[in-house]
């Protein structure tokens, strides 16, 4: 089912976001853009009220030029910044989405499948959001949702 009720939303920290209060935006699904006189990438650190089993993470962003093209998550690595997750430090799993129309809504969206059994004891999740290096690196990424599916 949904974890959204699972993330202790008090603790989660956003590197890299123009907005002032990006957890909060996140948490409501308004638009999180990194910041625009950095590089396009955005880190969300994201600590669970208790652990969890993540199954899947569901991504959307108002189009797909601004979506980010690599998604990497880290289970339970807490003390991570930008250039880490970058590539810096190995990632529990990496992905190259593929977006497609949100459904009911404007926007584009993908689902990716975790492997269930690297994020089993789930405590705090970090999601590294960016461009793969052929592309425009400066570009602001953005995204307005991001749900966590799996158990508690």
Do not use: C
Request: charged share 20%; no cysteine.
């Amino acid at each position: 089912g949904d974890l959204t009720g699972e993330i202790h939303w008090g603790g989660v920290g956003v590197l890299n976001a123009q907005q002032a209060d990006p957890a909060s935006d996140l948490r409501a699904g308004l638009d999180v853009s990194s910041d625009a006189g950095a590089t396009g990438e955005l880190l969300f650190l994201m600590p669970m009220s208790a652990p969890v089993k993540l199954q899947s993470l569901r991504l959307e962003a108002p189009s797909a030029d601004a979506a980010p093209t690599r998604v990497r998550l880290f289970a339970n690595q807490k003390d991570l910044d930008v250039d880490d997750a970058a590539g810096g430090v190995a990632a529990t799993q990496e992905f190259t989405p593929s977006w497609s129309a949100a459904q009911g809504k404007d926007g584009v969206a993908t689902v990716l499948e975790v492997n269930f059994l690297k994020f089993q004891n789930l405590a705090f999740l970090a999601v590294y959001l960016g461009r793969t290096e052929e592309e425009d690196a400066e570009a602001p990424i953005v995204v307005r949702g991001l749900r966590l599916t799996g158990r508690n």
